[in-house]
């Protein structure tokens, strides 16, 4: 193999991952500001499904068919079945309407701005040694993290909050496939623990419910204040 | 391939399946048991078993010592769990069904925390530390009031937080190594990580540190990372408070210790102690504090957990074969204290009705043998002699005065504050004016008894097998 004809497809399939990498972040900023309960699902099943292209165009290019695995499951779970599960949830309880913001549009957009520059000076700066493929990819996939804790503290809905969740789950997804050869086990494990995790999301959103005829965690919040008041704890 | 090995997670995978197909809880909660014990007895024969390295699994003197106490107080728990258990169903808290729930998530709980300790994978060893805290998640909001609700919300919240940035970490680690030992499993093979440190790359594993540092911290509870242990502490069924003090936060500081061996064998490397003995520090003086405001007695405990933590992560941060001796000692102190001093706090709940401090008073009156219990629990946890957490103390204390007088004195003063603030809570609890309603409990004193016992003897006297066990453990450590 020479290195004369293997450039012009490095570059093509460099310029590939970094497209697929960078939609995802741009999704992730959609999220941020996306204020119906439906749009915000939407937002995700696209980002899972670029997450699902991302990581099938990692296994293509480097020739590790085994991330075809993740990537169907990726693009299976996250970008069908979870949302269309998180929908019913939605209609069934009746909460499509708008959601609440903690934080007003343009400061969690620039705050999600400087997250992003973060991300990138941070990864850049300690990793001179790997492939650009790996450090950049890398880069992106911590900014996309940091963006989905953001939108958790953001959001004060709890539907809002488990896609959150799941959206740093794609950032993690996206950064494990990063890191070249990283063993299968690995992100089979991965999904499997955010099956759990819904799981025990859609559990709490089913309680909070019954309890408070709500999923705003603002009724928590209230139920603390009250707590407090009578001076339990603290 | 080893099967005792497998056996000490198969055995409670198992006995977890079995017991979800059990209708009855009274059944349930014997078979809890038995499941229990067998794996603790399992764990007995690490001891007579030379090191373990695979490719999945290691048993090294470290994990062997961890996992012998996760059993052990596994066992225990378990047999406190079924009296406790029987009362939650007479009042109703619970039902039958929620029952069954539990006894099999108690079991995959202990199964996700042996695999998170004998994982020679630093992938599987996450993946068995998610688990359990998924698992505790649930068990926490399994009363289901609004303040369980709440509880288990926010220990949800701050622990994907948590693992989200572990796994980063992980990831990290592995980049570090998959430039010296090449793609694929050896790369994550934490042993071989070890072999080949100080080859590492060093900012990709200083920068993977502090992931690690923050996410694994999260679960240990320490302190700018604590908010959600009080609550999951108070809210959560007793024995879930037990096996949250006495076990899980061990888990996850052994975790943070295998990435601290890993990054001290790297000489160009950033020295992990001083920044373990900051965090641990901080965590120390802010609980000793916090617990002079408690109203909650499981809350005031959980404070007692995180002080505890802090003092611990101290002794490793301070490094060296004494202070290393003296925190895996004291952990060992902790665990058995804690896990006891909730087994009677359980009862003591149940029998005046209510964890609010003003509400449980004059104990010694109406339940003399709780306020026993309770008594000597707290004066163990307290660091007072005879009992073994004295010991433990007085060695991290003197190992560090030889070398950082000054750190050993801001130690033991946040020591002397939670002194303080045990005695003078204990004093209203067991010799206020008795208040409130009192009903009779079935409480079954064998398990704070085995317990206490254990650290009463190893504060008059350690056995020279012993020691020579924890040293070997500790020069692991470095």
Redesign the interface.
């Known amino acids: 193999m020479t290195l004369a004809l293997d450039v012009a497809p490095v570059m093509v399939a460099y310029d590939v991952a970094h497209f697929l990498a960078g939609m995802m972040l741009v999704a992730s900023f959609m999220l941020l500001y996306q204020d119906r309960i439906f749009a915000v699902l939407n937002t995700f099943a696209a980002q899972a499904m670029l997450l699902a292209l991302a990581v099938a165009w990692q296994g293509y290019v480097h020739h590790h068919p085994d991330l075809f695995i993740t990537a169907a499951m990726a693009f299976g779970l996250k970008g069908i079945v979870i949302p269309l599960a998180l929908n019913r949830m939605v209609v069934r309880l009746g909460i499509h309407r708008d959601v609440d913001q903690a934080v007003n549009v343009a400061s969690s957009m620039f705050l999600g701005l400087g997250l992003t520059s973060l991300a990138l000076l941070l990864v850049l700066k300690v990793t001179p040694g790997a492939s650009s493929f790996t450090r950049e990819g890398l880069a992106l996939a911590l900014a996309v993290i940091l963006l989905g804790f953001l939108m958790m503290i953001t959001r004060r809905n709890a539907v809002t909050q488990i896609v959150g969740f799941m959206s740093i789950e794609n950032g993690l997804i996206l950064a494990a496939t990063g890191a070249r050869g990283m063993p299968l086990v690995v992100e089979v494990s991965v999904a499997f623990s955010v099956l759990i995790a819904l799981f025990v999301f859609a559990v709490f959103v089913f309680r909070i419910r019954e309890r408070f005829d709500s999923v705003e965690i603002e009724y928590l919040d209230r139920v603390r204040g009250d707590r407090r008041v009578q001076g339990d704890g603290r | 391939m080893n099967v005792s090995v497998w056996a000490i997670a198969v055995i409670p995978i198992a006995a977890g399946i079995l017991l979800a197909l059990i209708p009855s809880y009274r059944v349930g909660a014997i078979g809890n048991v038995l499941a229990s014990g067998l794996t603790f007895a399992t764990s007995l024969s690490f001891l007579a078993m030379p090191p373990v390295v695979e490719d999945y699994v290691i048993l090294d003197s470290l994990n062997t010592f961890f996992v012998v106490l996760n059993t052990l107080v596994g066992f225990t728990t378990s047999a406190f769990s079924a009296s406790y258990i029987g009362h939650e169903i007479e009042t109703g808290r619970l039902t039958p069904l929620f029952v069954r729930f539990y006894h099999a998530m108690f079991q995959a709980m202990m199964a996700a925390m042996n695999i998170a300790l004998l994982a020679n994978?630093i992938?599987?060893m996450w993946?068995g530390l998610?688990?359990a805290t998924?698992i505790t998640?649930?068990m926490v909001?399994i009363y289901?009031t609004?303040?369980a609700?709440?509880a288990?919300?926010k220990y949800?919240?701050l622990g994907?937080?948590g693992i989200?940035l572990a796994?980063?970490g992980t990831?990290l680690v592995?980049?570090a190594g998959?430039?010296v030992l090449?793609?694929?499993?050896p790369?994550?093979t934490w042993s071989k990580l070890l072999a080949s440190a100080p080859k590492l790359?060093a900012?990709?594993l200083?920068?993977a540190f502090i992931f690690l540092l923050v996410g694994y911290g999260t679960k240990v509870g320490l302190a700018p990372l604590h908010a959600w242990l009080?609550d999951a502490h108070?809210e959560g069924p007793t024995p879930i408070s037990a096996v949250l003090s006495g076990l899980l936060l061990n888990v996850a500081l052994f975790a943070l210790l295998r990435f601290k061996m890993l990054i001290a064998a790297h000489p160009g490397a950033l020295k992990p102690g001083p920044i373990m003995i900051t965090i641990g520090l901080l965590s120390l003086i802010f609980a000793a504090f916090m617990l002079y405001?408690?109203?909650?007695i499981k809350?005031l405990f959980a404070y007692s957990s995180i002080e505890h933590m802090g003092l611990i992560t101290f002794a490793f941060g301070m490094g060296g074969p004494l202070a290393n001796f003296a925190g895996l000692l004291h952990m060992v102190m902790h665990s058995l204290t804690k896990s006891a001093i909730f087994f009677a706090v359980g009862h003591v709940a149940q029998a005046k009705g209510t964890q609010?401090l003003s509400g449980i008073r004059g104990l010694s009156v109406t339940n003399p043998g709780l306020a026993v219990g309770l008594a000597f629990g707290v004066i163990a946890i307290s660091g007072l002699p005879p009992f073994g957490a004295f010991m433990s103390e007085f060695l991290i204390l003197s190992s560090t005065f030889a070398r950082e007088p000054l750190l050993a004195l801001a130690a033991a003063f946040g020591l002397l504050v939670a002194l303080g603030a045990l005695l003078l809570r204990l004093q209203n609890i067991l010799f206020g004016a008795p208040t409130g309603p009192h009903h009779k409990v079935s409480a079954s004193s064998l398990p704070w008894m085995v317990h206490l016992s254990l650290v009463l003897v190893a504060g008059l006297y350690l056995p020279a097998a012993v020691i020579a066990w924890f040293q070997k453990a500790a020069e692991l450590l470095g």
């Open positions: 994978n992938g599987v993946v998610e688990l998924l998640v649930v909001g289901r609004p303040n609700l709440e288990a919300w949800f919240i994907i937080v989200s796994f980063f990831i592995y980049l998959q430039g090449g793609e694929g499993l790369a994550m790359d900012a990709l200083n920068l009080p108070a405001q408690r109203r909650d809350r609010q």
